[in-house]
Every structure is written in structure tokens, then in C-alpha cells.
């Protein structure tokens, strides 16, 4: 089967799932999943609600489904209700309205839509530490001994490009230089000169200077958590695209360099590319979801041709092989569209399952590869 013909059954294959299990989950905000079952958030605030319907979206705005769109708002407008909280919002605002308020606002024009990912860029804002140049991450923090007032993850390069958007929206440039200044300060300090990645950094929250290194998600301090990886690869490739800055787009080659290092012949990236690995080392196809469609977008960026088709072809063969084998195209009683994802591996949660992250991803990726040969 040639490339296009295999995007093409792939993605196929997707919406043919999808149409039966978005009629079947009673959820309203799949996580991850159990015995082959989405469980539910219960949480209308937390990072990962953003996901399932922004899948519905990028399957509506290619299938033009009116139950993909009508399940999309109806999740949109439940996330009112911590938007009007504001006590439980943190800094993954950008995973939750990006995905959903931005896109319907960029599909219909919405403009309900438009205001709240607007507010939603303002109390990401809100997190910015003058001093140390960075957002916070959350509110409190439960997986590691750092004061949250001081602590910033890498997970948020995925965020930055709500600030991003939110200042083109009513041209208010306060959001691109705090954005630019919390991405200068994760090239500095999360961003090693191998190209890997750190998770979890904690600040002074009234000096600004850096007090401790955490592993969080990943196996040590020194370690390489593949997903957090991948956050870095796709967050720095979409701040080049926003800002044209040429460091994000060294920062996001230099990331997708160590990472495509690290990978296995069979293109799956372990949890932990530091981690002690044998044949029962978790893998993480959320992370080989992720990375992939940051690195069809980094393709896109650099003017060598040679680096673009090594970055195509490196993100072909992962979604390539997590199509081969890890979907659940023929498993009826899977619901999620990928398994063998890997939540956190330190404290045993989430391992070898679906992740609705690792599905979004994927499906973005795919998406990709099929506007390619359109």
C-alpha cells in the first residue's frame, strides 16, 4: 500500500471508530482508560477535558459531522463553569480552550467562543512571574515536595499559543512578550545541551532563581521523560510559527534530534528514555503521538529540504506504526483509539492504555499527513 493510499484508509479507519464509541461513551470528558473503558474526568477543569473535543473538531471540520460539532460545544459550554470559578484554573488553559473555544471561533466565527478563550488567555496571564520570567504552573502541587507558587512544568510550551493567539485577536502585545519570556526562560533552564528535556522546575517565587530540579512524570531529575519531550518538540515549533524567532526553531530541531536519537527500531518511545529499560519497559504512545505531529509541523519550518523530509519521514513511520500496532481499529472493545499509553509511570498510574491526549494527537498528526496529499 503506498503512503497516500494508507493516510488515506487510516484516517478512514478513524472516523469509523469514532462515529461508534462518540454514540457509545457516557462520558463527558474521557481521561484514560480502564479495561479497554473511558473513565470520566469529573473534573470540568481539568488539562485534559480539552481533547475529546477538539478530536470531535478535527473530525467534523474534515467530515463535516454535525454530531461531531453539536458533542463539541456541549463540552464547551460545561467548561464555562471553571472559567466563571477561576480558583481551580492553572496554566494548561491552552490544552483546554485552545482546542475548543479557538477552533469553533476559527470555524464559525463564534463569537461566545472567542470571549472565552480570551479570558481564558488573561488568567494564563495571570500566572506570569515578573521576577523569574515564568508561568506557574498550579495551584497546588501534589507529586513533589516544591512550592507551587514557584513551580513551572514543561508541559506549558503547549499553552503559549493561546497567548499568542489572544494577542493577535485584539492586538494587545502584553501576551506575545510574556509568552516569548516564559519560552526564553524554558530554553534556558528545562532545555539541555543534548537536547533533553527536564520536567519540572522550580523557582524562587520572589527572586526568580531557580531552587531545585524535579523529575516529576519522568524517572529522576537527570532523566528524559519521553512525553515531556515531545510537549518540548511541538511547543518550540509552534512558537517559531507564531513568533518567527529563529531560537524556538533551533530549540525545537534540537529537541526532535535527541528524541529521534533515543528511538527504538520500532519507532515507540519508551516513558523514560533514561529510565533502566528491558522487554517490560512501559512505552508511550501518547509521546510518539505528540512528538510526531510537532514534528510534521517543524517540517514545515525549516527552509533545508533534506531536514524537512527526515522530520516527514521520522513522523510518518511513528503514526505509520502506532496505526500498525497499537490502534484498535478491529478491537470493538477498546474505546480509545491508541493503546499502550503511559500516564505516570512513577506512581504506577495510566500504564499501557488509552490516553484521550494520545488520541487528540493522533488524529492531528494524521490529519496532517492527509492535507499533505489533498
Known amino acids: 500500500m503506498n503512503k497516500n493510499a494508507w493516510v488515506n484508509a487510516t484516517w478512514a479507519k478513524i472516523h469509523e471508530k469514532v462515529q461508534v464509541t462518540s454514540q457509545e461513551m457516557d462520558v463527558k470528558f474521557p481521561s484514560m482508560s480502564k479495561n479497554g473503558v473511558y473513565e470520566d474526568t469529573h473534573k470540568p477543569w481539568a ?8 478530536l470531535l473538531w478535527l473530525l467534523y471540520e474534515r467530515e463535516d459531522e454535525q454530531r461531531y460539532m453539536d458533542m463539541a460545544i456541549e463540552r464547551e459550554n460545561i467548561m464555562d463553569g471553571p472559567l466563571d470559578e477561576y480558583v481551580n484554573i492553572h496554566h494548561d488553559v491552552g490544552f483546554m480552550w485552545q482546542l475548543t473555544s479557538v477552533k469553533h471561533y476559527q470555524l464559525h466565527g463564534n463569537e461566545a467562543s472567542r470571549t472565552r ?3 481564558a488567555a488573561s488568567h494564563l496571564a495571570s500566572r506570569f512571574n515578573i521576577n ?3 508561568l506557574t504552573a498550579w495551584n497546588k502541587n501534589d507529586v513533589s515536595a516544591a512550592d507551587p507558587r514557584g513551580l513551572s512544568i514543561i508541559d506549558s510550551m503547549m499553552n503559549l499559543p493561546l497567548l499568542y493567539w489572544a494577542a493577535d485577536q485584539i492586538d494587545a502585545p502584553r501576551f506575545t512578550l510574556m509568552a516569548k519570556a516564559h519560552a526564553d526562560t524554558v530554553l534556558k533552564e528545562f532545555i539541555r545541551e543534548d537536547g533533553s528535556v527536564r520536567h519540572m522546575v522550580e523557582f524562587d517565587f520572589m527572586s526568580g532563581d531557580v531552587k531545585q530540579y524535579y523529575g516529576g512524570q519522568g524517572y529522576n531529575e537527570d532523566s528524559a521523560w519521553s512525553r515531556g519531550a515531545s510537549w518540548a518538540i511541538h511547543g518550540f515549533a509552534m512558537s517559531f510559527d507564531h513568533t518567527r524567532e529563529p531560537r524556538y526553531l533551533e530549540a525545537a530541531i534540537k529537541t526532535a534530534d535527541f528524541f529521534i536519537s533515543q528511538l527504538p527500531e520500532d519507532y515507540f518511545p519508551h516513558w523514560d528514555f533514561r529510565a533502566p529499560r528491558d522487554s517490560n519497559t ?12 510537532g514534528m510534521l509541523l517543524l517540517s514545515e519550518l525549516v527552509d533545508d529540504e533534506e531536514l524537512k523530509a527526515h522530520y516527514t519521514e521520522v513522523a510518518t513511520q511513528m503514526l505509520k506504526s502506532l496505526s500498525e500496532r497499537y490502534a484498535t481499529f478491529d478491537n470493538p472493545n477498546e474505546q480509545g483509539l491508541l493503546t499502550g499509553g503511559a500516564f505516570n509511570c512513577p506512581q504506577g498510574l495510566g500504564i499501557n492504555c488509552s490516553l484521550i491526549y494520545g488520541d487528540y494527537y493522533y488524529v492531528e498528526g494524521l490529519s496532517k499527513l492527509v492535507d499533505r496529499i489533498v
Request: glycine share 12%.
Open 282 to 293: 512501559p512505552r508511550d504512545t501518547s509521546a510518539a503521538a505528540c512528538a510526531a505531529s
Open 47 to 54: 488539562w485534559v477535558v480539552g481533547f475529546w473535543p477538539g
Open 132 to 134: 523569574g520570567r515564568f
Open 117 to 119: 478563550a480570551l479570558r
